[in-house]
């Protein structure tokens, strides 16, 4: 059973950047795409960004594109989402998330995640 612990987040200023991570145990890390979720008050939970399986290709929101990056390092067995350039509208609970062997992922995303962490809270304040 995998487990995902997200941490990072906090209050920062609009334009302003930060970086959330994703620790994972209980399972082979490579082996899982993992993706980056949010979920704002009174809103749907969206997915923004994902990084495949195996270090495979990266897929993002349009509303994060050129803003966002995701990334892993899998002797870590942790997982990234650097956010720059925040906007208030970005204010959200942010959920890292596992699927085993997806090769491709995609965002938004059309199937299910396995696996998720608990969620850290991201505030911009504008």
């Known amino acids: 059973q995998l487990q995902l612990v997200e941490s990072g987040g906090g209050l920062v200023q609009s334009g302003g950047s930060l970086r959330l991570s994703c620790a994972a145990s209980?399972?082979?890390?490579?082996?899982?795409?993992i993706a980056w979720f949010r979920q704002a008050p009174g809103k749907e939970r969206e997915g923004v960004a994902c990084?495949?399986?195996?270090?495979?290709?990266?897929d993002y929101v349009n509303s994060v594109k050129g803003r966002f990056s995701i990334s892993r390092d899998n002797a870590k067995n942790t997982a990234y989402l650097h956010m720059s350039g925040l906007k208030a509208e970005d204010t959200a609970v942010y959920y890292c998330a596992a699927d085993f062997g997806r090769r491709k992922c995609v965002m938004p995303p059309v199937y299910e995640y396995d696996y998720w962490g608990q969620g850290t809270q991201v505030t911009v304040s504008s």
């Open positions: 209980g399972g082979t890390f490579d082996y899982y795409a």
């Open positions: 990084i495949s399986s195996d270090d495979g290709p990266t």
